[in-house]
C-alpha cells in the first residue's frame, strides 16, 4: 500500500486477521461492500462498480491432487499400494474426494522417476 503508514497498515492487516475466511462470508451470503468493510475495518467503503456478485470456485483436480501424492515419495507410495491398494484425497477447500486406484498410483511413480 503505497503511500500508506505504518500503523494504517497493522490496522488493515488486524482487520483482515479479525474478518476470518473468505470462504466464510461468502458462505454467510455476505454482500462485497459488507466483506471490504470487514477485510479494511473501514465503515466507509465506497462502491466503484455495482452488481458483482462473489463467487467461491476451488481450482482443485485430480491432476493437483496427483501432483501432491508425488511429493511424499515412491516408497510411500509403493507403501499405499501393499497396504490399501488404493488412496482418495479430499480437497480441503470444496471437500471434493479424488479416487486413486492401484494402477493410478503406480502411474504417480513412474512419473517421479520419469518426470
Known sequence: MPGSTE???AKVEQAIFKAGAMSKMLDENLSLQEIAKKIT???KVEIVEENITPMYE???????????????GKEELQNIIETDGKAELVCHFC???????????????????NP
Open 7 to 9: 500503523e494504517e497498515i
Open 41 to 43: 475495518g473501514d465503515e
Open 58 to 72: 476451488c481450482d482443485c483436480s485430480k491432476e493437483h491432487m496427483a501432483d501432491g501424492l508425488m511429493t511424499i
Open 95 to 113: 471437500n471434493t474426494k479424488y479416487q486413486f486406484s492401484e494402477q493410478d498410483l503406480k502411474e504417480i511413480i513412474k512419473n517421479i522417476d
